[in-house]
């Protein structure tokens, strides 16, 4: 199921082994938002207003209570959009009524519902997407703007917002690959974007169908089809992934395994 042949991400050259391909799996079809924690995924159902938890081979993750946890609204706004994780806090945005929000969840308290730690009115209060954390700093990108927020303990400060820099891109897709961030949004290019907010290359070919969300999992990106719920990888690399051969980092696991410094005894 590859899509072979892609020589070169608009002016980002790239070996020519470089694909996408369906993994075979699905996940909720309702999602907006996935991000890989390190050792299991979150993805935010949007219908459902939950976030599911899978492991590396996309089967889910059963905890004390069930594979899903309840992601509360703030006030009169609700739909979870997006999925952003620091090492301790779940982010997304929330949007409606008083506008677009960036809202924090503990998903660790004990209880089958996360708590809502605190929230950051947006910038630009339209947005309605995904976020990406990297380097101490949340990203979100409206109207091709790319906006960068610094996290400062349980405090959220608007640090800067680009230019439209992204053809007006309403970003329904970012992740962060350890360099560049990552973003498109249904029927746009791919934009690759340094963390200081410049566009670094555009791609403009072999782009997953129906992308609402993208994750990289240390390897390679994960993106889903929000029709019809469907991983699939894109790969980066010259040796593509085989399906088959995915890692698993299952079990049953407690939301405390969520935390990126604690290690599950299973998993040492």
Same mark, same amino acid.
């Given at each position: 199921?590859?899509?072979?042949?892609?020589?070169?991400?608009?002016?980002?050259?790239?070996?020519?082994?470089?694909?996408?391909?369906?993994?075979?799996?699905?996940?909720?079809?309702?999602?907006?938002?996935?991000?890989?924690?390190?050792?299991?995924?979150?993805?935010?159902?949007?219908?459902?207003?939950?976030?599911?938890?899978?492991?590396?081979?996309?089967?889910?993750?059963?905890?004390?209570?069930?594979?899903?946890?309840?992601?509360?609204?703030?006030?009169?706004?609700?739909?979870?959009?997006?999925?952003?994780?620091?090492?301790?806090?779940?982010?997304?945005?929330?949007?409606?009524?008083?506008?677009?929000?960036?809202?924090?969840?503990?998903?660790?308290?004990?209880?089958?519902?996360?708590?809502?730690?605190?929230?950051?009115?947006?910038?630009?209060?339209?947005?309605?997407?995904?976020?990406?954390?990297? %380097?101490?700093?949340?990203?979100? @990108?409206?109207? #091709? !703007? &790319? =906006?960068?927020?610094? +996290?400062?303990?349980?405090?959220?400060?608007?640090?800067?917002?680009?230019?439209?820099?992204?053809?007006?891109?309403?970003?329904?897709?970012?992740?962060?690959?350890?360099?560049?961030?990552?973003?498109?949004?249904?029927?746009?290019?791919?934009?690759?974007?340094?963390?200081?907010?410049?566009?670094?290359?555009?791609?403009?070919?072999?782009?997953?169908?129906?992308?609402?969300?993208?994750?990289?999992?240390?390897?390679?990106?994960?993106?889903?089809?929000?029709?019809?719920?469907?991983?699939?990888?894109?790969?980066?690399?010259?040796?593509?992934? %085989?399906?088959?051969?995915?890692? @698993?980092?299952? #079990? !049953? &696991? =407690?939301?405390?395994? +969520?935390?990126?410094?604690?290690?599950?005894?299973?998993?040492?």
């Amino acid at each position: 199921n590859s899509t072979q042949g892609v020589t070169g991400f608009g002016n980002a050259a790239m070996d020519t082994s470089i694909s996408y391909y369906d993994t075979g799996k699905t996940v909720a079809a309702a999602i907006r938002g996935i991000v890989w924690t390190g050792k299991h995924y979150i993805v935010t159902d949007y219908n459902a207003h939950t976030a599911r938890f899978y492991d590396s081979n996309f089967d889910t993750v059963k905890g004390p209570f069930g594979d899903t946890i309840s992601l509360p609204n703030d006030g009169n706004t609700d739909h979870p959009h997006g999925a952003a994780w620091d090492g301790r806090y779940l982010y997304c945005i929330q949007y409606g009524g008083s506008g677009a929000k960036i809202v924090a969840y503990d998903l660790d308290n004990g209880t089958s519902t996360a708590t809502i730690v605190f929230t950051k009115a947006m910038n630009n209060t339209t947005a309605t997407y995904d976020i990406e954390y990297a %380097d101490g700093h949340l990203y979100t @990108v409206t109207d #091709g !703007a &790319v =906006s960068i927020y610094r +996290l400062d303990g349980q405090t959220i400060t608007h640090v800067s917002t680009s230019s439209n820099i992204l053809n007006s891109l309403e970003a329904q897709s970012i992740t962060y690959d350890g360099s560049y961030l990552w973003a498109t949004q249904n029927g746009y290019s791919m934009y690759k974007v340094r963390l200081n907010a410049t566009l670094a290359a555009t791609l403009t070919t072999s782009i997953p169908p129906d992308n609402v969300a993208m994750a990289w999992n240390g390897k390679n990106v994960v993106t889903v089809n929000h029709t019809n719920g469907k991983v699939y990888i894109v790969n980066n690399k010259q040796t593509r992934v %085989d399906t088959e051969k995915f890692q @698993v980092s299952g #079990g !049953a &696991v =407690s939301y405390t395994h +969520l935390r990126a410094h604690e290690t599950p005894e299973h998993l040492v």
